[in-house]
């Protein structure tokens, strides 16, 4: 919920919980670990969750317990299933990606 005097983001039953999951590596060379957008992921793995409808992250949530350094938000840089890319980053294109977008996926939630 959000205050709207404040546009905070009020604590939730959903926010309150994390979830403890199983993290494992993908099964596939690393460079030959699939490149995905931060938005692609939060998709696909069943952690990301949007309270209040804005789509902008870092003001969401991620409800993993792994996500130990952005404690219920999503961030590229404190995702637990990928590594956030940069110039340094094999497979990297300074014309066709910002850094904090794209991500270089190495493991994925457990099926529960």
Same mark, same amino acid.
């Given at each position: 919920m959000v205050n709207e005097e404040t546009t905070e983001i009020e604590s939730t039953d959903e926010a309150a919980s994390p979830v403890d999951v199983l993290v494992m590596p993908l099964d596939v060379p690393w460079n030959k670990l699939p490149i995905v957008t931060i938005e692609a992921l939060s &998709?696909?793995?069943?952690m990301f969750y949007d309270p209040i409808g804005s789509g902008v992250f870092g003001r969401n949530g991620c409800k993993?317990? @792994?996500n130990?350094?952005?404690? +219920?938000?999503?961030?590229?840089f404190t995702c637990p299933l990928a590594d956030e890319m &940069?110039?340094?980053?094999? +497979?990297?294109?300074?014309?066709? $990606?910002?850094? +904090?977008?794209? $991500?270089? @996926?190495?493991?994925?939630?457990?099926?529960?």
């Open positions: &998709d696909e793995c069943g993993s317990a @792994q130990i350094e952005g404690e +219920g938000l999503c961030y590229s &940069d110039n340094e980053t094999p +497979g990297w294109n300074e014309e066709e $990606m910002d850094k +904090g977008e794209y $991500m270089l @996926q190495h493991s994925k939630f457990a099926e529960a």
